[in-house]
């Protein structure tokens, strides 16, 4: 790690350390079975995120007997993820499981290559139901697991056509995140599309904003549709966040989603990705892979706040932490005969620098979560859960 670096993860490492505790530990503690119907739902997913990773950022943020991360709710399942023609899934055929009921092969985003067959995906019955919908990811929105939920493409490799179907087909009310390069193009992907999709998006109705202070304008003024593209691809990693001045974290971009979306008197469903796990996983990074489980973290902390601070709040939200697969399979190899502290980085140990298969953690709370868990369902079970609570 390069000196500057480490000086920002130290300086990061420090805020975490000082940061108001966990809100919502434990989740939902009410005990009592929650109502059916969900008019909110919130899906929030931890890229590539495996079960030490959990581990290694806990004991960093909390020690080794402190309290639990906000990510880790009261109810409990695990998935099989296999896709249609892997037993190592890739992201898009995982989410495209959970958006649309149905195995996908690797690379398909809710689309049956050749023949395009599909049906919709959560986002757009939740559309269709009147609810707003929303995506936010910290690398490219045009990305294949929030692609999933707003676009139809025969592979991920379809970033242009994917915004273009987000402003103009879907109609996401609030995109927010990196990838602002995938929709002011004069070369086409490998669905033939290129243009310029932020006029188009404007044309459509979409505030366009491109920094924090203007996300903040564009939510104070009462904005129902805003295209928020921070980054020509993808978001700065936590540990050397360059942009910090100017770039909203997963965190504040949940925030400013929330504040938007509440408004909507049939509810919402939005997706939040944590999208750099998964790519500091396939670095085999400790440092960045407990940082940016920790900024996921933050942005489930500001979701459960806004679900705390009014009761029906959680009597009508669902809110499901999955993760789609690991990454690099990161072990917690030490250390050995002591006892790390807080503030400590574990020792690190991988087994591959790519996707592994292991059953996902599936977290939940809220209309429908009893029905995520049990022994490992398959990760098509999610989307039927959402889809039934969303009736
Ligand atoms: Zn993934």
Same mark, same amino acid.
């Given at each position: ?9 130290? !300086? &990061? ?27 909110n739902? @919130?899906?929030?997913? =931890? ?24 990510m ?9 993820n ?34 395009g ?7 757009? @019955? ?9 995506? !936010? ?24 056509? !994917? ?38 998006? !404007? ?74 796990i ?21 942005? &489930?902390?500001t ?10 709040r ?5 809110? @499901? ?13 030490? =250390? ?5 502290r ?9 087994v ?35 889809r039934?609570?969303?009736?």
């Amino acid at each position: 790690m390069k000196t500057f670096q480490k000086r920002a993860f130290l !300086i &990061v490492l420090a805020g975490f350390l000082l940061s108001f505790q966990a809100p919502g530990a434990f989740g939902d503690d009410s005990g009592t079975a929650p109502p059916r119907k969900a008019r909110n739902v @919130i899906f929030m997913v =931890p890229d590539g995120l495996g079960q030490a990773n959990v581990t290694a950022a806990r004991i960093f943020k909390n020690g080794l007997d402190g309290p639990p991360l906000n990510m880790e709710l009261r109810t409990i399942g695990y998935q099989r993820n296999h896709s249609a023609d892997s037993m190592i899934t890739d992201s898009a055929a995982a989410a495209s499981a959970w958006a649309c009921g149905e195995k996908f092969r690797n690379r398909e985003i809710c689309f049956h290559a050749p023949s395009g067959r599909h049906k919709d995906s959560l986002l757009e @019955i939740a559309g269709k139901k009147g609810k707003s919908t929303g995506l !936010i990811t910290n690398s490219e929105i045009t990305d294949a697991t929030p692609a999933a939920f707003g676009a139809h493409v025969p592979t991920r490799k379809c970033p242009k056509e !994917i915004a273009r179907q987000y402003v103009s087909v879907t109609g996401v009310d609030v995109l927010l995140g990196g990838g602002g390069s995938k929709f002011q193009s004069e070369l086409p992907d490998q669905c033939g599309a290129y243009g310029d999709f932020l006029s188009l998006a !404007i044309s459509k109705g979409y505030a366009h904003v491109a920094d924090r202070a203007e996300l903040e304008k564009a939510v104070s003024a009462g904005k129902t549709k805003i295209l928020g593209l921070f980054a020509d691809s993808d978001l700065d990693f936590a540990v050397d966040r360059q942009h910090a001045e100017f770039e909203p974290s997963l965190s504040e971009m949940t925030a400013s989603a929330l504040r938007v979306l509440q408004k909507d008197p049939d509810g919402f469903f939005l997706m939040i990705e944590g999208s750099l796990i998964d790519k500091s996983n396939h670095k085999r990074d400790v440092q960045s892979q407990i940082m940016e489980t920790l900024i996921f973290d933050e942005a &489930v902390g500001t979701v459960l706040e806004w679900i705390k601070a009014d009761p029906i709040r959680k009597e009508e939200t669902l809110l @499901i932490i999955s993760p789609d697969h690991d990454t690099s399979g990161f072990a917690i190899i030490g =250390p050995y005969k002591t006892l790390p502290r807080k503030g400590n980085v574990v020792v690190d140990g991988w087994v591959s620098d790519r996707h592994v298969a292991s059953d996902p953690m599936v977290w939940s709370q809220g209309p429908g979560s009893l029905d995520l868990s049990g022994p490992a369902f398959d990760n098509t079970h999610i989307y039927k859960v959402v889809r039934d609570a969303m009736q």
